[in-house]
């Protein structure tokens, strides 16, 4: 790309990360609607289907006011995805942090990052190295905002398990659910990182997050099944329905070692993609 139209790229991906976030807060992917409408549909319990009613309409109100889905507005996780042959810059990570800062401000978004020690607040949802912006590569430029709540995250959880305890990974996660409860705003999506190092199966978990909940192989299904016998149900009152999916991504790890992370999402399972225009 030309010198002068470096600047006009800047801008797009500025662009498109406010539209991608903007879009994440407000409107709710059609896969977890799909999932929540479906739970509604079996749930036997009277509590849980009004609470199941209720954040349905509440999906209604924010398409239709253009406002965010829930007070807690989040930190925006950002996944990047650059062309092949395009080298990712200082610049067009500042663009990103750009886009997020105006989203902070035209959505508007609650600013929720602060110093984790003097808890001074940046006011613009950036900085002190946050949000976390991450880079690949594939064959297309897009921008994907992943608005993370504190409700579901304070109640994620990493366990540095032995090799001869992987019989054990399901009873782990669903030991993480049962200590989170309500805290979380089921019913959730778990995101599970099995593998890679302490920090790799971290971010795994929270990628697993980015995946599809329309299917679930035999294995997310018998764990789904067994959170679901939990009966936390929605909002933490009871009833059929605690988990909507389990979404696992695994990595290779060392001979002696099997991290395992749970990532908890809330029911309001935001995420959004945005094409950046070449």
């Not at 979380?184 to 990182?193: E, S």
């Not at 679930?216 to 939990?230: A, S």
């Amino acid at each position: 790309m030309s010198e002068s139209g470096y600047p006009d790229l800047l801008k797009r991906i500025s662009d498109a990360t406010e539209k991608a976030v903007r879009n994440a807060e407000i409107y709710l992917p059609d896969d977890v609607k799909a999932r929540l409408t479906e739970a509604l549909k079996v749930e036997s319990v009277v509590v849980a289907k009004q609470e199941l009613q209720n954040i349905l309409e509440n999906i209604c109100l924010a398409e239709e006011r253009f406002a965010p889905l829930c007070q807690d507005t989040g930190i925006p996780v950002m996944y990047i995805t650059v062309p092949y042959g395009m080298t990712w810059t200082p610049e067009m990570e500042q663009a990103v942090l750009t886009g997020i800062q105006n989203a902070t401000q035209h959505i508007p978004l609650r600013p929720n990052l602060v110093d984790p020690v003097s808890r001074e607040n940046t006011k613009t949802n950036t900085g002190l190295s946050m949000p976390p912006v991450h880079v690949k590569h594939g064959d297309r430029f897009t921008i994907t905002a992943l608005p993370k709540g504190a409700g579901s995250e304070n109640v994620s959880r990493i366990r540095m398990m032995n090799p001869s305890d992987k019989g054990n990974i399901p009873k782990f996660v669903v030991e993480t659910m049962l200590e989170a409860g309500g805290r979380p705003c089921p019913p959730v999506i778990l995101g599970v990182g099995i593998g890679g190092t302490f920090d790799v199966a971290a971010s795994l978990a929270k990628e697993a997050l980015l995946e599809p909940v329309d299917s679930m192989t035999g294995y997310e299904q018998e764990i789904c099944d067994q959170v679901n016998q939990l009966g936390i149900g929605p909002m933490g009152l009871g009833g059929d329905t605690t988990c909507l999916a389990v979404k696992i991504k695994t990595a290779g790890c060392h001979t002696a070692s099997l991290p395992v992370a749970v990532n908890i999402q809330c029911w309001a399972a935001r995420r959004a993609t945005v094409e950046v225009p070449l």
